[in-house]
């Protein structure tokens, strides 16, 4: 399996799952575009790491569509194309219906939808065919026993995974593929803020393999759909979590 020469995009791409995507990636070969929010310091890191050649670090908010307009242009003057978009950054506020305020229902919706939806408008001119879009859902769309404080994250991730089945059928002719990703439990700093260590463990205990899944664990299956051997395979829902979920 080779990325070769390949530019790939991930928002989010400096920490958590998006770090280890952006690795796994250029180990392959790929060129890496890293999206971060407002920390530079990982992206930068990240950067010297795989080398200035071959990865480029951009601020951007992913939630506006100026700032995507932006970010896809930075990577199109540095590498000349976006073969494979990952858009992975995304927020997970645990909030039961009583207490979700507008503000942050326009927050989660703003990035974890709205985000994906323009970054995969924006990217796809620059897209020759082979190219990938690669969703980032979740396990808890459709899990039937999700917590009620999971609610408006877990609609918004149903969406992304719509949104991959239709996008799937509209760029079939263009040669892109669009897949999703849907990762169990995992442990990155998204996942872990907020819960107790106790919850933690009880999490990782629901699972046959009594633990959390690993960010590279992930990382395997995205660069995988990302390469020339996932070529048949489009508009799909791929989890990755243990049997977790099934």
């Given at each position: 399996?080779?990325?070769?020469?390949k530019?790939?995009?991930?928002?989010?791409?400096?920490?958590?799952?998006?770090?280890?995507?952006?690795?796994?990636a250029?180990?392959?070969?790929?060129?890496?575009?890293?999206?971060?929010s407002?920390?530079?310091?990982?992206?930068?890191?990240?950067?010297?790491?795989?080398?200035?050649?071959?990865?480029?670090?951009?601020?951007?908010?992913?939630?506006k569509?100026?700032?995507?307009?932006?970010?896809?242009?930075?990577?199109?003057?540095?590498?000349?194309?976006?073969?494979?978009?990952?858009?992975?950054?995304?927020?997970?506020?645990?909030?039961?219906?009583?207490?979700?305020?507008?503000?942050?229902?326009?927050?989660?919706?703003?990035?974890?939808?709205?985000?994906?939806?323009f970054?995969a408008?924006?990217?796809?001119?620059?897209?020759?065919?082979?190219?990938?879009?690669?969703?980032i859902?979740?396990?808890?769309?459709?899990?039937?026993?999700?917590?009620?404080?999971?609610?408006?994250?877990?609609?918004?991730?149903?969406a992304?995974?719509?949104?991959?089945?239709?996008?799937?059928?509209?760029?079939?002719?263009?040669?892109?593929?669009?897949?999703?990703?849907?990762?169990?439990?995992?442990?990155?700093?998204?996942?872990?803020?907020?819960?107790?260590?106790?919850?933690?463990?009880?999490?990782?205990?629901?699972?046959?393999?009594?633990?959390?899944?690993?960010?590279?664990?992930?990382?395997?299956?995205?660069?995988?759909?990302?390469?020339?051997?996932?070529?048949?395979?489009?508009?799909?829902?791929?989890?990755?979590?243990?049997?977790?979920?099934?």
């Amino acid at each position: 399996m080779s990325l070769q020469g390949k530019v790939v995009l991930v928002t989010g791409g400096s920490k958590g799952i998006g770090r280890a995507i952006c690795s796994r990636a250029a180990s392959l070969g790929a060129n890496v575009v890293i999206n971060y929010s407002r920390d530079s310091v990982p992206a930068d890191a990240l950067v010297k790491e795989i080398g200035a050649d071959k990865a480029l670090a951009v601020q951007a908010d992913v939630s506006k569509v100026s700032e995507i307009e932006k970010l896809i242009n930075a990577a199109v003057a540095k590498f000349g194309r976006v073969d494979v978009l990952v858009p992975n950054a995304g927020i997970m506020p645990l909030q039961p219906l009583a207490g979700t305020t507008e503000e942050t229902f326009d927050k989660v919706y703003d990035l974890n939808v709205k985000g994906p939806f323009f970054l995969a408008q924006k990217a796809v001119p620059h897209m020759p065919s082979g190219g990938r879009i690669v969703f980032i859902s979740t396990g808890i769309a459709r899990n039937s026993a999700v917590p009620p404080p999971y609610l408006l994250y877990a609609s918004s991730k149903g969406a992304v995974e719509q949104m991959t089945r239709v996008l799937a059928k509209e760029l079939g002719a263009k040669g892109i593929t669009v897949n999703a990703v849907a990762p169990g439990p995992t442990a990155t700093d998204l996942f872990m803020e907020g819960k107790p260590e106790a919850m933690i463990k009880g999490i990782a205990a629901q699972s046959p393999f009594n633990r959390l899944g690993n960010p590279s664990e992930i990382a395997n299956l995205v660069t995988f759909i990302a390469s020339q051997e996932s070529a048949w395979v489009s508009g799909q829902i791929i989890g990755a979590n243990g049997a977790g979920f099934v």
